[in-house]
């Protein structure tokens, strides 16, 4: 899908917010709409059937959160990106387990926006099937044969971790919640104490300077996300 092909509507009751988006994003091929509310969000989606949605969560009509569920429950399955304040770590969680497909928070710069925008995409294009083979950088994993190596050299992991880097790999680019990572590898357990010691491990184990991570990124107080593209 080409830029020019693709339809993204901004939801923000700010103006000069939805004029900077307008202008970045216009210049980098997308159609735009616009919406100052969820009412007008509403019917923009039934009438432009946009390819993206950008979600501002403070509109004066509705929550956003209100709103996204509320898609989300009747089947609207389409991007959605949240715009969030820099200190609103609770909202932000709440939007990815209400099923947003990741965030940028304010002030933001327009690369980020972008990267956002084409994995957000990218991730609803792909086929529900999992690529063999992952790279990124100099680390391989091999879904199949479940062997990951760094630099060519194969890594031993345990079960727990390679879990996590598994389900990193299958959603790479995008940032996954402690609760969502919790409820697929330990089935519901709750104490992020636990993610944070096996995402630490797996550090050691994959990268040249753990505490300065390239591939597995902390997103302060949501969760992490496995970068691609190295």
């Known amino acids: 899908m080409t830029n020019s092909a693709v339809r993204i509507l901004i939801i923000d009751d700010e103006p000069p917010i939805r004029k900077l988006l307008r202008v970045g994003l216009s210049t980098q091929g997308y159609a735009i709409s616009e919406a100052m509310n969820a009412k007008v969000a509403a019917e923009l989606v039934e009438t432009d059937k946009p390819d993206l949605v950008l979600l501002d969560l403070g509109l004066p009509d509705m929550a956003g959160h209100d709103l996204l ?11 959605i990106v949240i715009l969030s304040s820099r200190t609103d770590e609770a909202g932000i969680v709440r939007a990815l387990e209400l099923g947003a497909d990741d965030y940028v928070t304010k002030p933001f710069g327009m690369n980020e926006l972008v990267a956002r925008i084409r994995v957000a995409l990218r991730h609803r294009l792909q086929s529900h099937g999992e690529k063999p083979i992952f790279q ?32 990193l790999v299958q959603h790479a680019g995008k940032v996954l919640t402690h609760r969502f990572l919790l409820e697929h590898v330990w089935d519901g357990l709750t104490d992020v104490q636990y993610l944070r010691v096996y995402v630490r491990q797996l550090r050691q184990k994959i990268e040249k300077t753990p505490d300065q991570p390239q591939y597995i990124l902390t997103e302060t107080g949501v969760g992490y996300r496995l970068r691609e593209g190295i």
């Open 69 to 79: 569920e509320k898609w989300r429950r009747d089947g609207i399955d389409l991007p």
């Open 136 to 167: 990124t950088g100099e680390l391989s994993v091999d879904l199949v044969k479940r062997i990951v190596k760094v630099a060519g050299e194969e890594v031993k992991l345990s079960p727990k971790e390679y879990e996590i880097l598994r389900i």
